[in-house]
């Protein structure tokens, strides 16, 4: 019976391609959850980390990494098929190539390259931030350079990022007219951006390309609407969620810490969507 769920709602959705269902996506969550705010936020902020801009800085290229290694799986595993294949077993490689490996796998070498640059800033008088980032950039350049080398959409790549720009910028500029406070700093503007571009790109991909959305909870907005709906709902989410965290969250490092987390889960697939996009990776 419990081997039946597990291969119905786990690992034939790996294998299958098809995605995410109620029940892996409620399982996925509740772990990262307990993991990003039991675990990993405690242990930093014991070691003195503080989680402001400029560590949203830092940690931004392992974002950007994280995303767009996810792509060569998709891209290139007719090529290297050894080597990408799906995997449900946790002792290969393929495992990791796929969500929710690939979460695992760059959220712990993201979790060792911060470690690693404690050590390193203590050890050389360095910065730790500044070497973390280091880290982060020499593993996402080339990656990203790859990529862009090519494209074959470059239109629709840069109009995603155009119109998410836009978008931003004109409730930015609403925000600062009607004089309010929810856009008021880099590290909120950043939650705001990382949404958008999410629904953004999903919005493109679906208006105008064969892409199907593989969320549960963002398929489910978007076939009750429409695929322009989904960015209104990530915009509102993004300012109800700064609105409340900014006034009801007293700690500035767990307020702080909460806003990367949104961030990062913005920013995540919709990197990975605009660079499918402009590789055609449909």
């Not at 007719?78 to 959220?107: C, K, N, Q, W």
């Not at 070497?131 to 950039?137: A, E, L, Y």
């Not at 090519?150 to 119109?163: M, R, S």
């Not at 398929?219 to 409340?244: G, R």
Request: proline share 3%.
């Amino acid at each position: 019976m419990v081997s039946d769920l597990i291969n119905e709602f786990f690992i034939n959705p790996i294998v299958s391609h098809s995605g995410y269902n109620l029940v892996n996506t409620l399982v996925y969550a509740g772990i990262l959850l307990i993991i990003a705010f039991f675990v990993v936020f405690p242990f930093f902020k014991k070691k003195g980390i503080n989680f402001d801009f400029d560590f949203l800085k830092a940690v931004f290229p392992f974002i950007v990494f994280g995303s767009t290694i996810r792509i060569f799986e998709e891209n290139y595993s007719a090529v290297y098929f050894d080597l990408f294949e799906r995997s449900t077993d946790p002792l290969t490689f393929g495992f990791y190539t796929v969500s929710p490996g690939i979460y695992i796998l760059v959220g712990l070498l993201t979790i060792f390259s911060l470690i690693i640059s404690m050590f390193i800033a203590k050890r050389f008088q360095k910065e730790t931030l500044k070497v973390f980032m280091g880290i982060g950039i020499i593993l996402s350049v080339p990656v990203v350079l790859y990529q862009l080398l090519h494209l074959t959409h470059a239109f629709e790549f840069f109009f995603v990022l155009g119109l998410t720009a836009l978008i931003v910028f004109v409730l930015k500029f609403l925000n600062d007219k009607l004089k309010q406070n929810v856009l008021s700093s880099k590290m909120n503007l950043a939650v705001l951006a990382g949404q958008t571009l999410d629904g953004v790109a999903t919005f493109i991909a679906l208006s105008f390309f064969t892409y199907s959305e593989q969320h549960v909870l963002s398929n489910f907005v978007i076939e009750t609407f429409s695929p322009a709906a989904f960015i209104l709902l990530k915009v509102l989410l993004s300012l109800i969620v700064l609105w409340y965290v900014d006034k009801e969250v007293e700690d500035e490092k767990l307020r702080n810490f909460i806003k990367i987390f949104v961030i990062i889960i913005g920013f995540a697939p919709g990197i990975r969507d605009v660079f499918s996009l402009g590789l055609n990776i449909l």
